[in-house]
Nanobody
C-alpha cells in the first residue's frame, strides 16, 4: 500500500512561484521502486498531465505547454517528489495531484498510475 500526501499549494500572484511536495509512505517497496507523476485538474476540465520522473530521477517528462516553467525532481532519501512552478499564470489554477507507478512508466497517461494523493489547491490570482 502507498500513501501519497501533497503539500505546498496556496494562493500566489500572477508571475509568482510555488514548490509542491509529495511525500510517499510505502509498505513493502522502497520509494525508488516507483516512478512519480504530477497531474492537475481545473474546475470543469479533465485531469491533465503535468510532469513525471523515473525511479532514479534522471529521466523526466513534461507536458509540452509547461516546459521551461515547471521542474520535477525527487529526493529518494526523503521519499519525496517535488514540482517547482515558476512564472505562474491564472490558467495554472487547479488542484494538483501526485501519482505513483509501481513500475517503469513515467508517461502522460493517468490510467497507468497506481496510486494517487488527495491533491493540493493552487490558485493564481491576476
Amino acid at each position: 500500500q502507498v500513501q501519497l500526501v501533497e503539500s505546498g499549494g496556496g494562493l500566489v500572484q500572477d508571475g509568482g512561484s510555488l514548490r509542491l511536495s509529495c511525500s510517499c509512505e510505502a509498505s513493502g517497496l522502497t520509494f525508488n521502486s516507483y516512478t512519480m507523476g504530477w497531474f492537475r485538474q481545473a474546475p470543469g476540465k479533465e485531469r491533465e498531465f503535468v510532469a513525471a520522473i523515473n525511479r532514479s530521477g534522471a529521466g523526466k517528462n513534461y507536458a509540452d505547454s509547461l516546459k521551461g516553467r515547471f521542474t520535477i525532481s525527487r529526493d529518494n532519501a526523503k521519499n519525496t517528489v517535488y514540482l517547482q512552478m515558476n512564472s505562474l499564470k491564472p490558467a495554472d489554477t487547479a488542484v494538483y495531484y501526485c501519482a505513483a507507478n509501481e513500475g517503469y512508466y513515467y508517461g502522460s497517461h493517468s490510467s497507468q498510475y497506481d496510486y494517487w494523493g488527495q491533491g493540493t489547491q493552487v490558485t493564481v490570482s491576476s
